[in-house]
């Protein structure tokens, strides 16, 4: 008999209350029985609501439980050596923090809202014995780690290798690409961090920042209002910025 074609359904689809859910990195194929539904349900604690600069977890606590992102923003910060604060990423809506964590079990960094932020709190070693008895639910934990590990990557190339310019041009492209993936319009969103976090996490000063987005503007490749970002030629911006996603959360 011909193998049947998998199924694909989502957390989403679970329960009505998740319906609006963006956590699209938890797709199972079919296969799970009803107590694997309901297991799996129910280790989802939905809608913790953070305020802007609310400290989700800090660098050093335990690692208690992943996050996923339904609304909103948070950054990461790190310590460095001299005991500076590096900005060390943006997450957005249907994103996962925590997973830079499972590691030494210690979060390595310090997650905070920069807006209102909705998240949804996922028990990590709950996950981890759910993941040992639903093959689905592992291959997706992994494919997640390794995009992480990719996101990194990619992140000690652009600062390593482009200038600044090229730098802000792949960020911009990173957020737009982003939210596109969420069938938003990617040629309009606004930036959520101020233009020192932008900074901070580019490498880059806060004068050098707004003036190469000034640059960017007079040149006709974005237009800027405060915060909010319209990408104007987005082949010339690809171009700048190498063609690359810088897609570091931007992931997370």
Same mark, same amino acid.
């Given at each position: 008999m011909a193998d049947t074609p998998a199924t694909v359904i989502s957390i989403a689809s679970i329960k009505a209350a998740c319906r609006s859910c963006t956590l699209k990195e938890l797709c199972l194929p079919l296969g799970l029985d009803e107590a694997d539904i309901n297991a799996l349900d129910r280790l989802i604690r939905r809608r913790q609501t953070l305020k802007k600069g609310q400290t989700l977890y800090r660098l050093g606590d335990s690692l208690r439980a992943l996050y996923a992102i339904r609304q909103g923003s948070m950054k990461t910060t790190g !310590?460095?050596?001299?005991?500076? =604060?590096? =900005?060390?990423?943006?997450? !957005?809506?249907g994103e996962l923090l925590g997973i830079d964590a499972i590691n030494t079990d210690q979060h390595p960094c310090s997650a905070e809202a920069l807006e209102t932020t909705e998240i949804c709190e996922i028990p990590y070693h709950a996950l981890e014995d759910l993941a040992l008895k639903v093959p689905g639910l592992q291959h997706q934990l992994l494919r997640i780690m390794s995009r992480e590990i990719a996101r990194d990557q990619q992140m000690l190339m652009t600062l390593g290798r482009m200038a600044a310019e090229e730098r802000v041009a792949s960020c911009l492209l990173s957020f737009s690409q982003r939210h596109a993936r969420l069938g938003r319009d990617g040629a309009h969103f606004k930036l959520s961090m101020s233009r020192q976090d932008l900074g901070d996490y580019l490498g880059l000063a806060l004068e050098t920042v707004s003036r190469l987005l000034s640059r960017l503007q007079e040149e006709g490749l974005i237009e800027v209002s405060g915060r909010h970002i319209t990408i104007r030629n987005v082949h010339a911006l690809k171009s700048l910025g190498g063609g690359g996603e810088m897609d570091r959360s931007a992931s997370g």
């Amino acid at each position: 008999m011909a193998d049947t074609p998998a199924t694909v359904i989502s957390i989403a689809s679970i329960k009505a209350a998740c319906r609006s859910c963006t956590l699209k990195e938890l797709c199972l194929p079919l296969g799970l029985d009803e107590a694997d539904i309901n297991a799996l349900d129910r280790l989802i604690r939905r809608r913790q609501t953070l305020k802007k600069g609310q400290t989700l977890y800090r660098l050093g606590d335990s690692l208690r439980a992943l996050y996923a992102i339904r609304q909103g923003s948070m950054k990461t910060t790190g !310590l460095m050596e001299d005991g500076r =604060v590096q =900005v060390t990423g943006f997450h !957005l809506p249907g994103e996962l923090l925590g997973i830079d964590a499972i590691n030494t079990d210690q979060h390595p960094c310090s997650a905070e809202a920069l807006e209102t932020t909705e998240i949804c709190e996922i028990p990590y070693h709950a996950l981890e014995d759910l993941a040992l008895k639903v093959p689905g639910l592992q291959h997706q934990l992994l494919r997640i780690m390794s995009r992480e590990i990719a996101r990194d990557q990619q992140m000690l190339m652009t600062l390593g290798r482009m200038a600044a310019e090229e730098r802000v041009a792949s960020c911009l492209l990173s957020f737009s690409q982003r939210h596109a993936r969420l069938g938003r319009d990617g040629a309009h969103f606004k930036l959520s961090m101020s233009r020192q976090d932008l900074g901070d996490y580019l490498g880059l000063a806060l004068e050098t920042v707004s003036r190469l987005l000034s640059r960017l503007q007079e040149e006709g490749l974005i237009e800027v209002s405060g915060r909010h970002i319209t990408i104007r030629n987005v082949h010339a911006l690809k171009s700048l910025g190498g063609g690359g996603e810088m897609d570091r959360s931007a992931s997370g």
